[in-house]
């Protein structure tokens, strides 16, 4: 039968998630994480090590645990949180690209670092032409005798400006949005005609746009040797990190209704709480059911993006994303309209849920880009 | 998504798709499938060969003639029923009074009305709304006064789906004015051939014919047929409306229109027009959440677990979902909605249909349809409902 | 400046129209004349003849009145009442194809007729295929000689039933849905070859099937002597029927936000009228806002209808049609959910407005179809 | 669709465009345009530039320095500033403290400060809000105490929209606690120069700073600066929200959004997604609409009519399309509207943007626009308003 309750070992990792979040992640800490150089804290990424995060959803071969459904459960509890570490962009993107993609050596060496926490990764795949086609390349890729030379330039690469090394994709062979043709390369931020500009984004994240100028690789920097299915695993990965911040969002928009019932309860307008007022009511629980509904589907689905075919994990993510990211506007838009000007500041951490909630809806394929996959493969 | 049932189960689920394949109606399965409506017949047929098998009411306690089957066979056995096309089961006997006659009947009563409900012999109907009770129903009003060992029922029931084929019908009526509302209602069973009971058919708005108002004229019910305590029938009626059995019967219905409507879509050059298919995708992902919640109720019976909060919006959603789809298919159809053949397909009927061959029911359901927000509890009430017990508002 | 006000005349017509409805126009007589013969009464008929009704859209020369402004007063007060007598069908498009596409000895002998009473026309332009196309034309049109012969089926015919001729299009020319090569015809209805099939509507009208089988007509049914121009006819009068239809669902819109402000004033549940209860209320409140708003676009937008610009009439029409749907599809659903049971009835009028409107959105073209032109004209 | 304006009314038209292009800041324009925000020196200019012309409250009564337009200038004058993106009126002074002291204020009053508002020499902010009040504005809580010719203020305001360039802010205090709540309310005039008030900036969402706590500490106000009768400020503040002056500014802008988003589309390969083409072109129905609405009370103002019910629900639709616009640009931007640079466009900012360069200003407006449909009397209070009003629930 369906086995939709946790294991004993998801159990004990989204209790210590919760924790972590609980205690140690106030929102002040936070805030100043943000402020900070990085845009995070290097001591908590310590700690994600330390607790063994850095491994969920890499091989246990080279250190790591679970897959998909655990990832799940850590990315939830990080939601509520409003983390900010780089667990997606290094350890489900740019390391599950290692993962998928490189030989045992690469692994061994890229992932034992990931898993440390000695190592930062982020996957420069996107393009400031490419929006949601992970294979849209136009980076180029040319061999020079045994090496490549890479000339491009990278968007949007997620904690881009804090990265040891990306893995880079770039264009070996074919037309600018072939399928085929693109290989993956794993480059030092500090290599020759690497240029990352780091930014902030809405969401109190960090990203970078990422230029490569004749960039010299060699030939042990191409993962897994081969120049020709890049665009496949990084399909793969945006997948993942699809799934991924599905799972986030249900802890953001979690902690999004309970503010918004809480608040209700405690805010007096016109003699009486607001939560008394019936139209407010019934639109709290159109929140409550778009949450529940966004959960019932991630726990069903979520399995499947560890499935062997690429047209189950996509129809399993396209469902799941068209669907959070609808919950997703909908509980954002309305926590906001119901607590009224007190969510419109930046002081109160409920205008961050929802701004990482916007940003989620523009990550890894809109709702229309999903609605569209999951026509073409389910209709 | 894929649910690793046991091989013991896709046994089971083999033995039904074989039952269903030997005993149900292929003509009645036609009709489901293409949208078209049901004699009392065709859901009596199918009830009797499923009797016959000991599946009629498989949810019951065995000791009434129900199954012991875990959740997995019961979520296989529906969807297998559902996507089949079998006729529906009728809920008014053996999913709304036997629970309340098993639960709170008397030993004779046990005997005598589960019985027949079981085995397809005895049809019941709902005496639950008046109106002008509406969705606030302890505001009732029909009066059951005591006179020796009867009870004299005087007052209307509106709503009183199929009871035009009724044998037996259970209702609230009102014994005592004093205290609370909810207090002083009288939970009785009354046999339809009982003089002084008066039917008016109450057509709807696409034209048929499936609810009545049911007038009682000095009826005499023997209070040997009073579930329980004179003046505690609020109790027995809020534990009928309580029990949800589990119960996934909407999904696999949504999923025969979705379906339906993409061979509609197909014929109608639709497949192809981005913003149509969108509005399919979304269905179809609305379908599939909505079977998860099933599916997560199904996995937390299986650990042996209060479903809790999530049973509570299945209503609403499956009712939205079944809404959508009829406008889906109306938007589909286009033009040849307009024709009225409220009896297209009927038993009988042998025009030429007016438009395409899938067109004539789809308009009917759509307006009929309507009515799936509106009853069992309005939509409205289900949110005032978990705003209350489960936002605490 | 804008001029949004009535006319004397248009308060005139719109005064005699309200008075007609609401004094001689009940429900319950309706309900006779949707289940009699003919699906309307022939008395009501010759009333609107004599009240000069029956030329209102058509030209002065002939008899007739205003224009796309007059018709829409009309149709919103008989909208408000339910009628069922066939002046959308007669004169706001059978005739008004022979006024656009006739000689004048065609006009003086169909107008003339059409005015009086004395004749009913049906355009037979729809076909089984044609869906929302009126360029859309399987029907032949082989000349022979000076004569020509008439071969097809045409779809849902409105009144086609009680029609003494029909207006048909047919195809002299070119492929089934070009704009070229389509004529008009006017063919008797007890013509040999002509078969018509009649069956009431879902929203108590009647329609019919014609089927042409080798119908032959003499050379002067050809309305005004054009074999090739008849789809662009065809269109300006749907597009009229639309903007006419839009009228018209102003008036039933408005009759359901009465009925439903009004029963939400005197139902009681759970002590009080459901008109106190706040979800209602803002429910209420958004079919105020919906009907509103299409008043105030379709007053501004109407007299468009009658430019001579195909893409400005084209535009307006679209732009209300899409508009007054999406309205009266809002208000419809929540009119009926709104009242409860009661309105799902048949004996409750309620839900022969909504099966009114239901019926408009399935016509001219619906939501999609309004969108896709007016994107293609305005954006 | 359109209006037939008379020789004069398109004479006037060339003249407001004349005008424009003459005197108002080409960089400021093109701020508009692209969806950035403007300096204070911005406002002011384009205020100073139309007062020197005596159009900068061309609403006002002719005495007090209005102009004897017809509805229809007005309109055009709307219509042309909006579609050349002049900068927006700045509403505190002109249109919501000005009519509150022409109507009620003394002849002192009058003198005193409606000419630097006709100017643009003086910048009001408003003092309604305070945090525990929200759209419950009775509940006030500001105190002030008469002590000789002067009151004595103490209390909090809050969102007090550009205070930091304010010179006099208007503010409701109360001064009895007897009777109704909106009894013992006074509405007074306060030069923000006054000891005892304190600014503390408001960050919103969007890492913007437009709105501020404003502190009052035994702040002294002479009784002078009162309007009206002392208690009965409940009534000048009604007069205020209720004056709804002939006002379209909503959509011209929202043509301006329509404009930039058709560019960003073309720009992203969306122009031809059919599903992006049917939401842009629904939300521009829904712009015409508003429109319309606008045009109608236009007809009913010329005709010298109460435009009545219509003006009720402009709020609530102008918002709505206001957020919407900025949700389709947000859809249509995508992934670069992560990029967060709060400082974009600003005078000085000379960084190359991240991303397209429209790309900036698409998501601070998105999350600032969420404010909307709050402020101004929340959408909700708009529909109690109508509810009650107008439908008579």
């Known amino acids: 039968m369906l086995d939709l309750e946790l294991s004993e070992e998801q159990r004990l990792l989204k209790d210590s998630a919760d924790r972590f979040v609980a205690r140690d992640y106030a929102f002040e800490s936070r805030r100043e994480a943000v402020a900070g150089e990085d845009g995070f804290r290097r001591e908590v990424w310590r700690r994600f090590a330390s607790l063994g995060w850095l491994g969920v959803g890499l091989p246990e071969d080279f250190g790591g645990s679970g897959g998909a459904r655990e990832t799940a459960v850590l990315m939830e509890s990080l939601g509520r949180g409003l983390v900010v570490e780089p667990y997606l962009a290094c350890v489900v993107m740019a390391a599950k690209a290692v993962a998928l993609a490189g030989a045992d050596a690469q692994k061994e060496e890229l992932l034992g670092g990931v898993v440390s926490g000695d190592l930062l990764l982020s996957l420069a795949y996107a393009e400031p032409r490419s929006r949601y086609d992970p294979a849209h390349v136009e980076t180029r890729a040319e061999a020079a005798g045994d090496a490549w030379v890479l000339n491009g330039r990278k968007g949007l690469v997620l904690n881009g400006d804090t990265a040891d090394r990306f893995v880079v994709s770039a264009r070996a062979a074919g037309g600018v949005a072939d399928e085929d043709g693109v290989a993956l390369f794993v480059v030092d931020a500090g290599a020759d005609g690497v240029h990352a500009r780091g930014y902030p984004t809405n969401d109190g994240g960090r990203a970078a746009e990422v230029s490569l100028e004749n960039v010299a690789v060699a030939a042990d920097a191409l993962l897994g040797g081969d120049s020709t299915g890049g665009a496949r695993v990084v399909a793969e990965v945006v997948d993942r990190a699809a799934a991924a911040v599905c799972a986030e969002s249900l802890g953001l928009m979690a902690a999004l209704n309970d503010l918004t019932v809480d608040y209700a309860k405690t805010r007096e307008q016109f003699g009486q709480p607001i939560g008394k007022f019936q139209a407010l009511q019934h639109r709290m629980v159109d929140m409550f059911v778009a949450l529940e509904e966004s959960r019932s589907l991630t726990a069903v689905y979520m399995a499947d993006v560890d499935s062997a075919e690429a047209a189950e994990r996509q129809l399993a993510v396209s469902a799941m994303k068209a669907q959070c990211d609808k919950a997703g506007r909908a509980v954002g838009q309305e926590a906001i309209q119901l607590h009224g000007g007190i969510a419109m500041t930046d002081d109160y951490i409920a205008s961050h849920y929802f701004k990482r909630l916007s940003a989620i809806h523009r990550l890894f394929g809109d709702i229309d880009w999903h609605l569209e996959r999951y026509a073409r493969l389910a209709l | ?393």
């Open chain 2, 1 to 393: 998504m894929r649910i690793a049932f046991t091989p013991e189960e896709e046994a089971f689920r083999a033995e039904v798709r074989d039952f269903i394949e030997a005993e149900c109606d292929p003509a009645a399965r036609r009709r489901v499938n293409e949208g078209l409506g049901l004699a009392k017949e065709d859901y009596v047929a199918w009830h009797k060969a499923l009797a016959a098998k000991g599946w009629s009411c498989p949810h019951w306690p065995v000791e009434h003639g129900g199954r012991d089957w875990t959740p997995a066979q019961h979520y296989i056995f529906e969807e297998e029923t559902g996507d089949a096309g079998c006729p529906p089961p009728v809920p008014f006997g053996p999913e709304m009074v036997a629970p309340v006659v098993w639960t709170f009947g008397d030993d004779e009563q046990k005997a005598r009305h589960l019985p027949p409900i079981l085995s397809g012999d005895v049809w019941w109907a709902q005496g639950y709304s008046e109106p002008n009770a509406g969705s606030d129903l302890a505001s009732l009003k029909t009066k059951a006064v005591l006179d020796g060992d009867h009870y004299v029922v005087n007052g209307g029931k509106t709503w009183t789906t199929w009871a035009q084929f009724a044998d037996w019908i259970f209702l609230l009526a009102r014994t005592s004015s004093e205290g609370k509302r909810q207090e002083g209602i009288t939970f009785l069973l009354v046999d339809m051939t009982a003089p002084g009971i008066a039917l008016h058919p109450i057509v709807t708005m696409e034209g048929g014919h499936e609810v009545n108002q049911t007038i009682f004229e000095d009826v005499r019910v023997p209070v040997a047929n009073r579930i329980g305590e004179e003046n505690k029938g609020w109790t027995y009626a809020k534990f009928l409306l309580g029990y949800e059995r589990f119960n996934m019967a909407g999904v696999p219905a949504a999923k025969r229109q979705m379906r339906r409507l993409r061979r509609i879509a197909d014929d109608q050059g639709l497949a192809g027009d981005p913003r149509f298919r969108h509005r399919m995708a979304d269905a179809d992902i609305q379908i599939r959440t909505l079977e998860s919640t099933m599916l997560r109720l199904l996995a937390a019976a299986t650990a042996g677990k209060d479903p809790g909060a999530e049973a509570s919006y299945i209503k609403i959603r499956g009712t939205e979902i079944d809404q959508l789809m009829t406008e889906l298919a109306m938007e589909a159809v286009g033009p040849y909605t307009l024709p009225f053949a409220p009896n297209a397909g009927a038993e009988g009927w042998n025009e030429e249909p007016v438009g395409p061959d899938y067109a004539a029911p789809v308009a009917p359901t759509y307006f009929n349809t309507r009515k799936v927000t509106i009853y069992g509890g309005s939509n409205e009430i289900q949110k005032n409902i978990i705003a209350k017990h489960v936002l605490g508002l």
